[in-house]
Every structure is written in C-alpha cells, then in structure tokens.
C-alpha cells in the first residue's frame, strides 16, 4: 500500500526538531517557482498519473516541505512528466522541473 | 631563377601535420560509425548522390550560399576567405605551371611564387599578376570584415562568444596575419623587382622609398610561412576545424546517414561543423528574451569545451527555429535530445499501476492527449465533427487516460516513454481500428516517430479535415472572419505539415499571409522542451509572438496545437482557436442555414 495515500495520514504530527529542509532549499534554488505553491491542489486534480493511482503530486511537495524526504524519488517514478499540472497551475509553477530536480537531487545525495 | 631558402619549413611542418591528423580523424570518425552507417557511406559512392554532395560541398564549404541567403554581408565574408583562398591556391599553382611548363615542381612553389619568380615574364604573367592581386585584396576585405564583425559583436553585448580558447586565438591571430604578411612579402618583391600588379607593385614602390628593404625581406617571408603554419597546426583544435568538417559532414548527409539518440561521431562531425556564424542567434526567440547561454552556437562551443551544460540544455524550447536556419544544416534538435538522453539516464520512471482502458472494436481511433484534456472546446468539437460525417470513433483516452510519452521524451527520457508506448500501443492494435487521429502536434510527433503501429494510418486532426474537405464530406462556407495561422513548431518544422492546415483555414476565412511562418514560425513559448525555463522568459515570447500576430489586426488566430491555444490564450489581445473548432463552427453555420432553408421552402409551399 502506498505510503503517499493523501487520506492516509501516517502521523498526526510534524516533528520539527527533525525538519530536513536541505532538499526543499535545493529544489527551489533549482526552480525557484516552487516557493509560490499554494498547495490548492489544481495539479493533483489533473494529474495523469493520479488518475490512475494515488499518486498525489500536490501530496509530494507539501511532504518535501516537511522535510519527509524519504520514499519520494520512488513516489515520483509514476509522473509522466506529461506537463498538465504545470499547465493548470495557478501559480505557474512548473512541476515538470521541480520532478526531475526532485530526482535528480535525492539520486546525486545517494551516490555521493 | 631559383633561389633555395628555408624559410619554406614552417608551411611545410603545418601543412603535413593538417593533413595528417585530418587523415587519422575522419578514419577514426568512421570507425565509430554503426555498421549499417558504413555499409551505407560505402555504398554512397556508387549512387547519383555523390554529385549532390560535391554540388553541396562547393555551394556550402567555398561559396557559402546558406549563409548568402540569410545574410549578404556574412555570406561575403565568409565566401571571400574560404572561395577567395580556394582560388588563389588553385590559381597559383595555374600560374607556376603555366610559368615552368611543367607539372613537377614542389607544391609550395605556388605559395611563395614571388620570392622564387622574381623576374615572371612569361606569356600571361601580367593577367595571373593581376588576378592574384586581385584575389588577395578580395580576401583582404573578408578579413576585414571579420575583424568589424567581432569588435561590432562585443558592441552587441555578445561576450560569451569572444571567450575563445588558446588555441582558438593563435589560429584566429594567424588567420588574420596570412594575408596581410603575404601581402607584405609580395609587396617587398615587387619593391625589389617589380614582379607584382596593382596593388603589390604599387605598395612596393611606397616600401623602397620608406623602408629599407633589404633589412625585412626574407623576415617578411619568414612571417607569411610562419603564420600559415600556425594557423594549420592549431586549426584542429580551434573552431576552424568547422572547414574541413563540414565537408566531410556533407558528404555523411548525402549518404543518408541519420542521427542517432545516442552521442556519436555523426554527432561529432555535426557540432565540428559549426561555423559560429551566429545564424541561430537571431532565429532564438529566448534571446530576444533575455536568455543567452542556450543558442545552438554557444550551446555546442560548451560541448566542444567539455564545459557544463546541465543548465542549458533543458534550457531551450526545442522549438527548430535554429535548425531551419542554420545554413550547415546541423540536426540541432537531436543533438540535443542525445544529450538530454544521456544527462537523464539516472532518473527512472515507471507505470506499472496504469489501468487498461476499455479496449473497443472500432475503425477510428481519436487520441485526444494531455493537452486537449485541459482544452475541452478542442475535444467537443472532434466529436461535433465525428458526430456531423457519422463516423463511429473510439475515444480512446476519454477515461483512463494515459500520456503519448512526447513529453518525456523531450525530457530524455525514451526508456521511460517506451512503457507508455508499449501500453498504448496494445490498446490501439487490440482496437483493430485502421485510423488513429490526433489533436495533438506533439502525441502526433510522437506516434508517427517513435511508434510502430502496422496498419493503421496516423493523422493529425487537421490532415484528416483536409481530406474531409477535399473529399466533399465538410461542407466549405466562409464564416467572415480574417484570421491567421499560427505554425505550432512539432506540426511544422517538426513534421513538415504545412499546406493541408492552411487549405482548412481557408475553405473557411480570410486567411491572412504572415511574413513568419511555415518553417520560420514562431514558438508560442510554452514547448514542452523547455524544462527549466523560467515562465517569466516563457511568457515574453509568448507576448512577443503575439504582439507578432497583432499586427495584422486579425479576427481570431487558429492554431492547430493545444498547448500553443492554451499559451496564447493568456494573451487576451487576439481570441486564439483551434482548427477544429473553427470547423466545427462552420459546420453549425452550414447546419443553420440549412435548417433555414428548409424552413423558407417549407414557408414558400404553404
Ligand atoms: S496547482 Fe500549483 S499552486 Fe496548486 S498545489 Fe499544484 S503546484 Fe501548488
Ligand atoms: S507531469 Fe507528472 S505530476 Fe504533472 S500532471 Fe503529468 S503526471 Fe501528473
Ligand atoms: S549552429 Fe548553425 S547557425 Fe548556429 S552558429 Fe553554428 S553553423 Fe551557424
Ligand atoms: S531550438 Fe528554439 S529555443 Fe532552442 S536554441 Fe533553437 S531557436 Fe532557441
């Protein structure tokens, strides 16, 4: 079962003493539109993955804002990089970038 | 008479070591080649094309006609030195041959003819004397040119373009220095002998009343030897190594050889081949919005320096603006998606939880993609258009939808986008149908490249109106308006669809023709491509464009890609439509009016 579940909430806390904020600062100096979400959640509502599974993209960068980092290269494996959410973003945020960044970022910390 | 001095060795050393390393290069190069790529560089040799390719390679590599035709003064620039230099080779061994009667005689007699001719009183001198000079100040005036061009670039703000590399600097300071020191040398000649024309003899005299000649002569050869030695040895590890490249790249095209997805030596050859003429500069509309490390000539100066181009390679649109007008016909696009493969290969995606969709026995297939999902009016109209022929179409990714894969693969992510494909794929084959439409320029792009569907037959929405038109099946009625049509860029200079888009448009409005468009369209600055653009950089093209498009005071703009109606729309200067709904207007028109007909004949009767 996915842990990514938006109605699954897996703590009812956020432990702030354990804030991990590195790869959020990373992804937003990488694409600085990211710091403008809203978390209104337009993306997730036509995200094409999500139309398939509980993959929640709104859910991936409010969880990367609590410094949750962990299982969310993996999570991400299911966009399709297909740009919808970008589009009906009304921040412009373009999630197509802060996806690969994501990836990019948590794979280079791995093999460094 | 022929006096033997050494000053002959640095021309020599440089000329043999060109010739080798050129040698060793373009074997290794083909060695590196796919089998396939051999076997059809082998076979080239005994088809017509090899005549094309020499045409080509005589047009482009000495006369530079591209680049003629985009920009007259750098088409003569660029064509002096390269034809101008050509001839005076060519020439000047005419004139030693000519002289001694004789085909055997070192081949840098010709170079430094006048220090060995001192006395040139053979039939014909004076017009080989005077066609030299002349060609000499020919190719003076290229370089004078060249030199206007970088100071004028510096002025431009075009800095990145002057950091050259060492031996980018030895070989431009040589280049330019051949000349003048040849001219120099011969002049000093004619100041001793008068063995010149125009304009050595005339420059000699000045020298031999200002100038102790005696004192530079052999000096002044020594220099013109020294510099075109120079300039040889460092020309394969400076940007000159485009001369010898090109043609050699030519020839490849000519043999069919096509790029690959992954880096290779075609590749090699292709960013070797770049001139830096700075072509692609003015066709990027990013750098008219404030980006300047994207543009294929800086791009592939950073590759070819092994600097980092992480940035700037999901940095551009992908929009072919570049490519259509490079006059070297580099494959920009693939090069870049190479590399774009490369830099992404890390990053994994996988779509094992993607539920099959409803599988239809059907003839035709619409996929509406990603895109058309957020436009709906662009659907609605596909079905009011399927609904007005009483075509039974299977709306393939009406439901459970997935992605073409185009995206991804802009992205460089083809492996990833082969699981899409391979899903997809099942879906259309299980359908049994025979048509499989699109709305979409990029799923289009995507399922005619990058699919293999046996049987079936892919047509982009507009293509399939073309025929309904042409086939009597749509009605043709003038809706009244003025409207122009916007090329969207993976429809026109990526799949080469230009006419049938236009023929729709005009069976119903007054189409307007635009100075930009077909293969010199705008983007609409919202490409897929560009990955890390900025949306502030995406929205001033987007804004140019469309200040572009108001211009001409149209009713509507029509185009014929989701994304790009959806780019423009934000701009609220112009209404912006797809083809297909502009037909399903006109579809309602003509139902109306028939309707209306009915009703009057019907009035008439009672
Ligand atoms: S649509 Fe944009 S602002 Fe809204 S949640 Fe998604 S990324 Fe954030
Ligand atoms: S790009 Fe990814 S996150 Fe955005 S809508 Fe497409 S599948 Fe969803
Ligand atoms: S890429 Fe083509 S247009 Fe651009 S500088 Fe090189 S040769 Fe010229
Ligand atoms: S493809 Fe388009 S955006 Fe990219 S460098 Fe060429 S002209 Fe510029």
Known sequence: ???????????????????????????????????????????????????????????????LRRGEIEGLEEELKKCMLCGKCTLVCPRDIQLRNVVMNIKKIVLKKKTA | MI????????????????????????????????????????????????????????????????????????????????????????????????????????FYYAVFYRYYQPHPDFAGARVFGALMDLLLLIILSGVALAILKRIKKQIFGMKRTTKLKPFDKIALTSLWLIFPLRLLAESL????????????????????????VSAIYDLSWWLYSCSIGFFFIALPFSRYMHIPTEIVFIFLRHAGIMPKKYWNSYAQIQMYSCS????????????????????????????????????????CLICGRCQEACPVHINLNDLRTALRIKASKPLTFSYGYTQMALQQKTDIIYFAGCMTHLTPPIKFSMARIFNFLGEKVWYMDEDKSICCGGPLMLAGQYDSASQLIQKNTELIMASGAKTLILSCPICYKAFREDYVLPGISIKFHAVYLNDMIRQGRLPKI????????????????????????????????????????????????????????????????????????????????????????????????IPVID????????????????????????????
């Open chain 1, 1 to 63: 079962m996915s842990t990514f579940d938006f109605l699954k909430v897996r703590r009812l806390y956020i432990d702030y003493d354990n804030l991990d904020q590195e790869l959020l600062n990373e992804v937003i100096r990488e694409e600085p539109s990211f710091q403008w979400c809203i978390s209104c959640g337009c993306c997730t509502a036509t995200c094409s993955a999500g139309n398939h599974t509980t993959f929640n993209i709104r859910r991936i960068s409010l969880i």
């Open chain 2, 3 to 106: 006096r033997e001095p050494n000053f002959q060795y640095p021309f020599l050393i440089g000329t043999i070591f060109l010739f080798a390393y050129l040698i060793v290069r373009i074997i290794l190069w083909y060695i590196e080649l796919s089998k396939y790529d051999k076997l059809r560089f082998i076979h080239f040799w005994k088809t017509k094309s090899v005549w094309a390719a020499l045409k080509d390679a005589i047009a482009d590599g000495l006369l530079h006609s591209s680049i003629f035709k985009k920009n007259l003064l750098l088409g003569y620039m660029h064509m002096s030195l390269a034809f101008g230099w050509f001839l005076l080779i060519v020439i000047g061994h005419l004139e030693v041959m000519v002289d001694r009667r004789s085909l055997n005689f070192p």
């Open chain 2, 189 to 212: 000649s004619a100041a001793y002998y008068h063995n010149g024309s125009f304009m050595s003899n005339t420059l000699g005299a000045w020298f031999i009343q200002n100038v102790r």
């Open chain 2, 276 to 315: 830096r003429c700075g072509i692609c500069l003015d066709a990027c509309q990013l750098y008219e919005a404030g980006v300047s490390n994207v543009q294929s000539v800086y791009f592939l100066q950073y590759i070819r320096n092994n600097e980092n181009v992480d940035k700037s390679l999901f940095g």
């Open chain 2, 478 to 573: 003038n809706l009244g308006f003025k409207t122009i049509y916007h090329d969207p860029c993976a429809l026109g200079r990526g799949s080469k669809i230009y006419d049938e888009p236009r023929y729709v448009i005009d069976s119903y409005s007054q189409r307007m023709r635009l100075k930009k468009e077909k293969a010199e369209a705008l983007c609409c600055g919202a490409g897929l491509g560009g990955i890390n653009l900025p949306i502030e950089t995406k929205n001033k093209v987007t804004f140019e464009a469309m200040t572009y498009f108001a211009r001409f005071k149209p009713n509507v703009l029509i185009t014929a890609c989701p994304l790009c109606k959806k780019t423009f729309a934000r701009d609220r200067r």
């Open chain 2, 579 to 606: 083809i297909a709904e502009l037909t399903a207007r006109a579809i309602d028109e003509y139902v109306n009016e028939q309707k209306k007909s009915v009703r009057e004949a019907r009035l008439i009767e009672s």
